[in-house]
């Protein structure tokens, strides 16, 4: 597709199930991003791949929190024993690289709601 | 402290006003953003800036990266820029971008 695609864009779930988000970026990007965006809270850093390299995952939250990115393309965020305050939209983003000179290309999200 | 600050939070504006936004930040940072985010959600980004200004129709973003400071202005501003504006910042080589809490704007007619 022309753009990030994100799915599913609405998750309704109960505590404690495993939850898994994917994003597909835009063709050729190498850097994926995966944001969250909590109710009345600004946008938080989780996770970023760039290429091959190991990605960095200093802004996951918890250990709940993983993520993959298969191929250099497809990610899926995954959460486990989810909680209400995983409640959120998460938001992917990609770029051609990661480069400082790099506009990120946003999804539409992924809100997900925890019983 | 945040280390990306905005004001104000919260902006109501008569259509046609001249509108800032401002953006002070507290790292080193190889790239700032403006995007800008509708009611539906949707996130788009509006100007990526490392010195100086640009415009972009009715818009125009201004950085000084010795004050660490930004600006984003609309001029004769409409309804339908309504939205939530956000200024999110690259430190250095880092890819990820560290955000402000955002600025809601409300145009009347």
């Known amino acids: 597709g022309a753009g990030v695609s994100q799915s599913p864009s609405n998750k309704v779930t109960e505590k404690g199930k495993d939850v898994e988000l994917r994003c597909d970026p835009i063709?050729?990007?190498?850097?994926l991003y995966w944001y969250r965006q909590s109710l009345g809270q600004g946008l938080e850093f989780l996770i970023y791949f760039q290429g091959n390299s190991a990605p960095d995952k200093s802004g996951l939250p918890s250990d709940r929190f993983s993520a993959e990115r298969t191929g250099g393309s497809v990610s899926t965020l995954t959460i486990q024993r989810t909680q209400q305050e995983d409640s959120a939209v998460y938001l992917c983003a990609s770029s051609p690289t990661s480069g400082g000179q790099n506009i990120q290309y946003f999804g539409a999200g992924t809100r997900l709601s925890v019983l | 402290k945040n280390e990306v600050e905005q004001s104000p939070q919260n902006l109501t504006a008569q259509e046609g006003e001249f509108i800032t936004i401002n953006c002070s930040y507290s790292?080193?940072?190889?790239?700032l953003h403006w995007l800008q985010q509708h009611p539906g959600g949707g996130i788009v980004s509006l100007f990526m800036?490392?010195?100086g200004k640009k415009k972009h129709g009715r818009l125009i973003a201004t950085i000084n990266i010795q004050e660490k400071h930004s600006s984003l202005h609309i001029t004769a501003s409409h309804p339908r820029d309504s939205a939530v504006y956000i200024c999110?910042?690259?430190?250095?080589?880092?890819?990820?971008?560290?955000f402000g809490k955002g600025t809601k704007l409300s145009v009347k007619p």
């Open positions: 063709s050729g990007h190498t850097a």
């Open positions: 999110a910042v690259r430190r250095g080589s880092q890819g990820n971008l560290i």
């Open positions: 790292v080193g940072i190889s790239a």
């Open positions: 800036l490392s010195s």
